[in-house]
C-alpha cells in the first residue's frame, strides 16, 4: 500500500513559476513507478510527466509541457516533485500524483495502470 499527498499548488501569474511535492508513505518508494496528471473542469484526467521506478527507465513528459516542467525524485525523501515554470492558462487544472509498483503494465502514460493516487492539488495560472 502506498499513500501519497500532493502539495505545492497555489495561484499564479502566467510566466511563473510552482513546484509540485508528493509524498509517499511506505518504505518500498523506489519500488514505483510515479506519474503526475492532470484533469482541468469539464475534460477527462490527463498524463503530464512520468518518472521510472529505475535509473534507466527515465521520464516521459507530454508534449505541452516540454521544456517547461520537470518531474524529480527524491528516493531518500519519499518525495516526487513537479517543477513547473513559464505557466500558462491551460495549465490550469487539479494535479494529481500517481504511483504503481515497478513498471506495472503500459507505460509511463498509461493512466489505467497506476494504482495508487493522491488526492490532487490545485494548480490555477490567471492571464
Known amino acids: 500500500q502506498v499513500q501519497l499527498v500532493e502539495s505545492g499548488g497555489g495561484l499564479v501569474q502566467a510566466g511563473g513559476s510552482l513546484r509540485l511535492s508528493c509524498a509517499a508513505s511506505?518504505?518500498?518508494?523506489?519500488?514505483?513507478?510515479m506519474g503526475w496528471f492532470r484533469q482541468a473542469p469539464g475534460k477527462e484526467r490527463e498524463f503530464v510527466a512520468g518518472?521510472?521506478?529505475?535509473?534507466?527507465?527515465?521520464?516521459d513528459y507530454t508534449d505541452s509541457v516540454k521544456g517547461r516542467f520537470t518531474i524529480s525524485r527524491d528516493n531518500a525523501k519519499n518525495t516526487m516533485y513537479l517543477q513547473m515554470n513559464s505557466l500558462k492558462r491551460e495549465d490550469t487544472a487539479v494535479y494529481y500524483c500517481?504511483?504503481?509498483?515497478?513498471?506495472?503494465?503500459?507505460?509511463?502514460?498509461?493512466?489505467?495502470?497506476?494504482?495508487?493516487w493522491g488526492q490532487g492539488t490545485q494548480v490555477t495560472v490567471s492571464s
Open positions: 500517481a504511483a504503481k509498483y515497478k513498471s506495472g503494465s503500459g507505460g509511463l502514460r498509461t493512466i489505467e495502470a497506476y494504482d495508487y
Open positions: 511506505g518504505r518500498t518508494f523506489s519500488s514505483y513507478t
Open positions: 518518472i521510472s521506478w529505475w535509473p534507466g527507465g527515465g521520464t
